[in-house]
C-alpha cells in the first residue's frame, strides 16, 4: 500500500515537474522570439538606407553614362566608361539583394514557429554575406575609371606602372575576398572587421540567442526523460 502510494506521489511530482518545464520552456522561447525580432527588424534603417542610395546612385550612373554613349562616345575615356559601367551592375545586383532582405526582414512574425524564424535568419545570413562578396567585386574598377587611353599613350611610364600595380593589387584582393568571405571564417578577425556594425551583430546576436534556446531545450529534454 505505502508502495503505491509512493509510486502515485512520484507520478503526481514528475507530471507537476513536466508542466512546469514546459511553461518555463514556452516563456523562454517567447522571449527569444522577442528579443530576435527586436534585433532583426533594428536592421531596417540600415537596409533601407543602403538601398536607397545605391538607388540613387545607380539612376544617376545610367543617366550620366546613356547621355556619354549617345552625345560624347568618341570622346569619353573608354577606361571610365566601362569601369564606371562595371561597377553601376554590381551595385545594381546588391540592390536587388538589399530588397529580398527587407522582404525577409518584414515577414518575420512573432507568433510564427521557431524554426521558421531560424530558416529566415539564415537567408538573411547567407544574403548578408553574399553581398558583401559581391560589393568587394568593385574594387578594381575603382582603381581603373580614372585612367585613359591618352595616358597610356603619352604617359609616363613609373605612373603607368604605378596604376598597373594598383588594379592589380585590387583585382587579387577583390577574388580573395570574393572566395574567402565564408560563414567559416567567421571568428577570423579580418572577417570580424568587415562584417562590424549593423549588418552583421543583429544576426549573430540572433543565432547567438536561438542557439542558447536550442541548447536549453536539449537540457529539458534530458530531464523530462
Not at 518545464?21 to 534585433?39: P, T
Not at 580614372?146 to 587579387?172: A, K, Q, R, V, W
Request: net charge positive; hydrophobic share 50%.
Amino acid at each position: 500500500m505505502e508502495q503505491s502510494n509512493a509510486i502515485k506521489v512520484w507520478q503526481t511530482y514528475q507530471a507537476q515537474l513536466d508542466t512546469l518545464l514546459a511553461i518555463d520552456k514556452q516563456r523562454l522561447e517567447d522571449i527569444s522570439k522577442i528579443k530576435v525580432f527586436h534585433l532583426l527588424t533594428s536592421m531596417r534603417p540600415a537596409k533601407y538606407f543602403a538601398l536607397l542610395t545605391g538607388l540613387v546612385w545607380v539612376i544617376g550612373g545610367v543617366f550620366l553614362l546613356s547621355n556619354l554613349f549617345i552625345h560624347a562616345f568618341d570622346q569619353v575615356s573608354k577606361f571610365f566608361f566601362f569601369s564606371f559601367a562595371a561597377q553601376l551592375f554590381i551595385t545594381a545586383i546588391a540592390i536587388l539583394i538589399y530588397v529580398v532582405q527587407l522582404v525577409l526582414l518584414y515577414s518575420l512574425d512573432i507568433t510564427e514557429p521557431i524554426y521558421s524564424t531560424q530558416k529566415k535568419l539564415a537567408k538573411l545570413r547567407k544574403s548578408t554575406i553574399w553581398v558583401t562578396r559581391i560589393l568587394f567585386l568593385q574594387l578594381p574598377f575603382w582603381a581603373s575609371f580614372h585612367l585613359s587611353e591618352t595616358i597610356l599613350t603619352n604617359g609616363h611610364l613609373p605612373y603607368i606602372l604605378l596604376n598597373g600595380i594598383l588594379i592589380l593589387f585590387f583585382t587579387i584582393a577583390s577574388i580573395w575576398l570574393f572566395i574567402n568571405i565564408r560563414f567559416e571564417n567567421r571568428h577570423k578577425k579580418w572577417f570580424r572587421l568587415i562584417f562590424a556594425g549593423i549588418e552583421w551583430t543583429p544576426i549573430d546576436k540572433s543565432e547567438e540567442l536561438l542557439q542558447q534556446l536550442d541548447e536549453s531545450n536539449e537540457k529539458s529534454n534530458k530531464i523530462c526523460e
